[in-house]
């Protein structure tokens, strides 16, 4: 029977993964290196024989666990996040993502690599794994110091890089290894992104926003769920990888207020889908090509240890980093992870690079995952190493190269003219970027929603010209908002440049009208350029003449109305504040090394020691010497937070103080005895009791009673002669014959009437000692 065989090689995928995972967690290792040994164990290529049945449905669950992966790698990154770490940050991580992209080239000019098998394996090498290296920060106790906040971000941009290099690896696979338009393959890639991000960034956060205040908790999650998947069906569709899309999907969702809700509720599916995944690729890992290919991979292995902290260095020193802090981002980048193995993986099954690709992808991924934590807690040092020994006129030339960025910075604030127009050329680049995804994937767009058109007999091409139409208009709004921008900048640069002439006023309308026409010639080569002419959008030319004329006399203002309003509300979602901090976000603490001063966060486990407690009872200063500097709860973050403050599971906890108070502090908290706290949430009730003749509590107020604090019981009303006191206040009094109406659990209400009967209520309360 096909199903039990399925849940057969289901169960010895996870309990492999999970044991196998678990022994590398307790050496050091990443767990994605226990689920890709896993993968090997149980592969074909072990023998005795494979302990998977039919290795084609595993292989289906890991495309599912690719396309959560990449949406949980692309909640990692959002445009907010994009702004915080900068252009200067971003253009550094291509920048290293180029130099070692021509190391590699190098070496496999150098290995006899042809030129596909070389971009392949630079495209492998030049992406770092961003959860090994936050991993690796957080043990090493540098999340917080500058240098750990720059490596953070360039492993978070380095993923950029690998969506940018997966979307050209598809193109070149899909050629067979022919020479691929790389020019082209970015602007559909771009094209693709803003058309696709726009609509998501519209109706994601609506739909959520909607769905919050009217249906479950549930539903929301379901639902991104199946947007995550047409997300990645799209991409694929548009010839594109699915990666592409759950990584935008993820990208989206972080930029809503939902995003902490979303991403609990995926944590479960993500584990054990990407479990899969990894198992996959190990599967197909053959140990005695491994074997022969030992050398190749140690080699390759010793290359990526060297080459990407001098690419990531190159990059940083490229923005005005200096050399020691520089290096220092350049060694803690080093471990290779998941996309490596995607990229390999492409490649293998495409055809484009022999299978011995997917086993040193895994070999060098170990190599620099084992080296990694080492280079990183040397990195202080072997930085100042370098720079003690740096040459004379390098440093002179470094602190010229600093001074003149300095200069171009200040004279970039001080032009004028480029700080009022460069908001309109990133709006006529983002809507160009719109208008060429509406008509260069229209023919795919208009193939996947034919069968759902009317379709009408007499007049047999009214769903060609509906859907057309229809283009046409979405269409036109960013027309005509890129044609106003064109004609600002028209006259913007016209009076500029003839400002001083005397004929200025007789020749500003002429630069202007030069300009204009200008404008209007490119905008017509490019509109050429994209719009279909074959199949089915034979229809598109005289249908856009005629639409663009009526929706220019007619549609006009209303069109230019719909445009700003989406427009405002684009710019209001992504100036949303974000209060979380992680590794990523703006430093806390510039570099004070002279206070031996440092900051270090964990997570409290489920079952900490600590829960329930609060700061005030822990006291971590008195114990340890460090002090509690946030607390981050469900997405918010609290600053300084008081010592009444109750600590729960989950929490993120930033602690202050020198290394080991800090490291002594973290120990603490994360302690687990494994005792669990029973919570009788669902067995609390409420329930009447009589004070009885002779009651102990008589004329006493309920402040000083305190049953709250004895007993654990709420009074939420109290009847007397007849008159009903709801929530009473604390100065009230309680007299016999009352009754009172408690709340508690079971236990709580049983042991406040014992007492009543033995001891007439009368005990020893704490707040009256």
Not at 56 to 74: C, K, N, P, R, W
Not at 350 to 361: F, N, R
Not at 406 to 433: D, P, T, Y
């Amino acid at each position: 029977m096909h199903g039990i065989d399925f849940i057969k090689d289901l169960a010895v995928v996870m309990l492999v993964a999970g044991l196998v995972g678990w022994a590398c967690h307790r050496i050091g290792l990443s767990v994605v290196v226990g689920f890709l040994a896993a993968g090997i164990v149980i592969g074909p290529h072990t023998p005795p024989f494979s302990l998977v049945t039919n290795i084609t449905s595993i292989e289906t669950l890991a495309q599912v666990g690719l396309i959560f992966l990449m949406f949980s790698i692309g909640m990692g990154l959002s445009l907010r996040k994009l702004r915080r770490l900068g252009l200067s940050l971003v253009l550094a991580t291509f920048t290293g993502a180029l130099v070692m992209y021509i190391l590699t080239r190098a070496l496999g000019g150098a290995l006899g690599l042809n030129p596909v098998e070389t971009t392949f394996l630079a495209a492998m090498l030049m992406v770092s794994s961003s959860a090994i290296i936050n991993k690796v920060l957080h043990e090493a106790g540098a999340t917080h110091e500058k240098s750990g906040q720059l490596a953070m971000g360039v492993s978070v941009l380095e993923d950029m890089v690998a969506i940018v290099m997966l979307t050209v690896l598809s193109s070149v696979a899909s050629l067979g290894g022919a020479k691929a338009s790389v020019g082209g393959t970015l602007g559909l890639l771009g094209a693709f992104i803003v058309l696709a991000g726009i609509g998501g960034m519209l109706l994601v956060p609506w739909l959520l926003k909607k769905m919050s205040l009217t249906a479950g908790e549930e539903l929301p999650t379901i639902v991104v769920a199946g947007l995550l998947f047409v997300l990645a069906f799209l991409a694929d569709k548009a010839g594109f990888s699915l990666a592409l899309g759950a990584f935008m999907l993820g990208a989206i969702v972080a930029e809503t207020p939902h995003k902490t809700q979303i991403g609990r509720a995926f944590e479960g599916m993500r584990d054990v889908f990407s479990a899969v995944f990894f198992v996959s690729i190990g599967m197909l890992i053959d140990l005695p090509a491994v074997a022969d290919s030992w050398l190749l991979i140690i080699g390759v292995g010793a290359f990526v240890l060297v080459a990407r902290p001098v690419a990531v260095t190159t990059g940083m020193l490229l923005i005005g980093g200096s050399t020691r802090e520089s290096l220092r981002v350049g060694l803690s980048v080093t471990p290779l992870g998941e996309f490596s193995f995607i990229i390999a993986q492409m490649g293998v099954a495409a055809g484009a690079i022999p299978a011995k690709y997917q086993a040193l992808a895994v070999g060098v991924s170990l190599i620099t995952t084992l080296f990694g934590p080492l280079l990183t807690k040397r990195s202080e040092a072997i930085s100042g190493w370098v720079a003690a020994r740096q040459p004379l006129w390098l440093a002179d030339w470094e602190g010229y190269y600093h001074r003149w960025l300095e200069k171009m910075q200040q004279r970039e604030r001080k032009n004028l003219l480029w700080q009022m127009s460069k908001k309109r050329f990133i709006q006529i680049g983002v809507e160009a970027l719109l208008v060429t995804g509406l008509l260069v994937f229209s023919e795919q767009v208009f193939g996947l929603v034919r069968d759902y058109l009317p379709v009408d007999h007499s007049f047999p091409r009214g769903a060609e010209i509906l859907f057309w139409s229809v283009l046409g208009l979405l269409a036109l709004a960013p027309l005509i908002a890129i044609w106003r921008n064109l004609s600002a900048l028209a006259l913007l640069y016209a009076q500029v440049s003839t400002q001083g002439h005397p004929q200025a006023a007789r020749l500003a309308p002429v630069v202007e009208a030069g300009l204009k026409g200008a404008a209007a010639l490119l905008l017509l080569l490019w509109l050429s350029a994209i719009l279909p002419v074959s199949g089915v959008s034979r229809w598109l030319p005289v249908l856009a003449v005629a639409i663009l004329l009526t929706g220019f006399f007619v549609l006009r203002r209303r069109l230019i109305y719909w445009h700003s309003v989406l427009e405002v509300e684009l710019t209001v979602m992504l100036n949303q504040g974000d209060q979380k901090f992680t590794g990523t976000t703006a430093p806390w603490m510039a570099a004070h090394s002279e206070w031996n001063l440092t900051l270090g966060d964990c997570v409290l486990p489920d079952l900490a020691d600590v829960r329930g407690r609060t700061l005030s009872d822990l006291a971590l200063r008195t114990k340890f010497g460090c002090t509690v500097a946030g607390v981050e709860r469900s997405g918010v973050m609290v600053g300084n937070p008081t010592g009444d403050m109750i600590l729960y599971p989950r929490d993120k906890v930033l602690l202050l103080g020198d290394p080991q108070q800090v490291a002594a502090g973290k120990e603490f908290l994360q302690q687990a005895s494994g005792t669990p706290i029973v919570s009788n949430f669902d067995e609390v009730r409420m329930e009447a009791i009589e004070l009885p003749p002779d009651c102990g509590l008589h004329g006493q107020s309920l402040a000083e009673v305190a049953l709250s604090r004895v007993y654990g019981l709420q009074v939420a009303g109290i009847r007397r002669a007849g008159l009903r006191i709801p929530n009473p206040r604390g100065e009230e009094r309680l007299f016999t014959g009352d009754e009172l109406l408690v709340l508690g659990s079971p236990d709580q209400i049983s042991t406040f009437k014992a007492s009543l009967r033995n001891e007439g209520g009368a005990r020893p309360y704490p707040q009256q000692a």
